[in-house]
């Protein structure tokens, strides 16, 4: 395909997380006139997930959206020229990969080619080298869970050969968030991989389109100080480049949500800790002077930076720490804080005796209501009209964490008067804890299908 | 006019009236960025709206250091707080485990200011 140098091109973003809609991205392939769909899918909790359905089945592991597409997706981006770039792979790219192949091969789209991104996979690099991690501050065998996954943020180097080899699909696991549309406005410009200031703009604009309806109206709304009209149909948001160095931000046509200066302000800063020193696997990006302005037809952002890319790439370890096991009372009318109160108390009782079975970890008991997000922060009132008393209770026992979840159901027997429903789950835990890898000891490779 | 200013000097303004926020989070890190509605008010918020005066809301919580960046060309001001989130959001076992409400607690913050910012936000 040529890298045709043109002065600027339309890139979309088609996922903003792991449970976006995939309706959104056939809308965006179908009306946006964009050359590439670039669909994050991955954040800490998402991969840690797809990890467990890859333990429970090694043919799995892979974005839970891909049945729907590889049917719905695909043929439009067929029809309408779009290469998308992914990390729907997650926890197994390769299976991914062979997915969406054979899906385009039974449906005869003759224009799409599949590639897949390896390389990200470092468990044989951890079980080897025994890293230190950066929450512990001491080596990974010291903890007392079992090591399950590895997995380090790679950059945009194999999009950019995949697209130069001609695939008009590529997806590949720990790929980092804003590396999906860098990739593609590298191999669009022809740019340099090494010249700083425009990976750092590309990683600008990564930034700004990543987290989808973020910036097009999504955790925003605050009403009456921050509102947004309508929310009925959301847009993903997409960007026009220039090679120059600015891009113009905008949403499909008729559709709701708002895309302004200031949806875009919060997004550049969703999630950076110093604006000077974004360090992402292209680039050690600089948003410190970044400037956002309402143009005709959108919003501008110009003004990054970036210096070399680091040496080391940050891995997100997953460790299996057991269980975690929830149970939720719910009481209303008068007196119900007093009466989650005192079932708060029934439960701490029974808490005494399983854990003279066993080991609980970490346990929390929560008023939903009342302060069971915000915590010692919240003010107490004197009531509530209604409460929701939350326990949860993290152990390496199923049996003891599945044991703190129905105490909190047995409430509603043997308790408070008018327990207004309740529920209760025991799911695994995977944690997350990260570490650094040399560039040198990664494998990347890609592989056209 | 005067009404609303003894108020203001008794209570202090509310953040929400002079700025909006978002938080996020990495690991056991979240960070919450504050953002005035007016950038006239960027001085006035980098004066008031400290690293210290932050810690006052956040100490329950926070167990290691907060940080204060500049975005200068939004106006922003991102704190940056570490071993904020009862160990992240694979691990903690608050509903909450992302930290995402931690900008809604931050505007409720109110600053004792004289004279107050110009062009508030509703009341």
């Not at chain 1, 043997?414 to 040399?438: D, E, M, N, W």
């Not at chain 2, 009404?3 to 926020?21: K, M, N, W």
């Amino acid at each position: 395909m040529s890298t045709a140098q043109n002065k600027s091109v339309r890139i979309g973003c088609g996922s903003g997380y792991g449970d976006d809609l995939i309706e959104l991205a056939v809308d965006m392939a179908d009306r946006g006139q964009v050359e590439y769909l670039c669909m994050d899918a991955l954040a800490e909790r998402t991969l840690m997930l797809a990890q467990l359905r890859r333990v429970d089945n090694p043919d799995l592991g892979y974005d839970l959206r891909l049945e729907e597409v590889a049917h719905e997706l695909l043929p439009m981006a067929d029809k309408r020229k779009v290469k998308i770039v992914s990390n729907m792979g997650a926890a197994n790219p390769g299976a991914a990969g062979r997915y969406l192949s054979q899906k385009a091969k039974e449906q005869g789209l003759k224009n799409t080619r599949v590639a897949v991104i390896s390389g990200d996979n470092v468990r044989d690099w951890v079980d080897a080298n025994n890293p230190v991690l950066s929450e512990t501050g001491r080596p990974l065998s010291e903890l007392p869970g079992r090591l399950v996954s590895a997995n380090a943020y790679i950059g945009c180097e194999k999009i950019v050969e995949a697209l130069g080899l001609g695939a008009t699909v590529v997806i590949g696991g720990r790929i980092a968030d804003p590396s999906l549309f860098v990739g593609p406005l590298v191999h669009h410009f022809g740019w340099s991989q090494d010249n700083w200031a425009q990976m750092g703009f590309a990683t600008m604009v990564g930034h700004l389109l990543e987290c989808g309806c973020y910036v097009t109206g999504g955790n925003f709304a605050d009403p009456p100080y921050l509102v947004v009209p309508s929310f009925n149909r959301p847009s993903l948001p997409f960007a026009d480049v220039d090679a120059s160095g600015r891009a113009v931000l905008g949403k499909l046509p008729d559709t709701d949500g708002v895309l302004s200066v200031e949806t875009c302000k919060e997004q550049l800063g969703y999630e950076i800790h110093d604006p000077a020193n974004y360090l992402t696997p292209d680039v050690n990006a600089n948003f410190t002077d970044v400037k956002i302005q309402a143009v005709n037809g959108g919003v501008a952002a110009f003004g990054a930076t970036g210096l070399a890319r680091p040496d080391t790439l940050k891995v997100l370890v997953g460790v299996d720490e057991g269980f975690i096991g929830e149970g939720q009372v719910s009481f209303a009318g008068l007196g119900a804080l007093d009466r989650a109160l005192l079932a708060q108390d029934i439960v701490k009782n029974r808490v005494e005796a399983i854990r003279r079975k066993g080991t609980i970890d970490e346990i929390r008991y929560d008023l939903l209501g009342v302060n069971g997000i915000h915590g010692d922060m919240s003010p107490m009132p004197k009531d509530a009209y209604e409460v929701h008393l939350r326990v949860t209770a993290r152990s390496r026992d199923k049996k003891i964490a599945a044991a703190v979840a129905h105490a909190v159901e047995y409430v509603q027997i043997f308790g408070p008067s008018g327990t207004a429903g309740h529920r209760r789950s025991v799911k695994p835990q995977l944690t997350t804890y990260t570490c650094f890898i040399p560039r040198s000891a990664i494998k990347q490779s890609v592989e056209i299908l | 006019m005067s009404t609303s200013t003894v108020d203001a000097a008794a209570e202090g303004i509310l953040l929400r009236q002079v700025a909006y926020a978002r938080s996020g989070d990495k690991g056991d890190t979240s960070n919450v960025i504050v953002i005035p509605y007016d950038e006239r008010n960027y001085e006035w918020l980098r004066q008031h709206l400290t690293v210290e005066f932050v810690r006052t809301l956040f100490d329950k919580v926070v167990k290691g250091p907060i940080i204060r960046y500049e975005f200068r060309g939004i106006c922003g001001l991102n704190f940056v707080m570490q071993r904020a989130l009862e160990g992240g959001v694979s691990r903690s076992l608050n509903l909450d485990a992302h930290g995402k409400s931690r900008s809604n607690l931050i505007l409720g913050m109110r600053i004792k200011a004289d004279p107050p910012p110009a062009g508030l936000r509703l009341p």
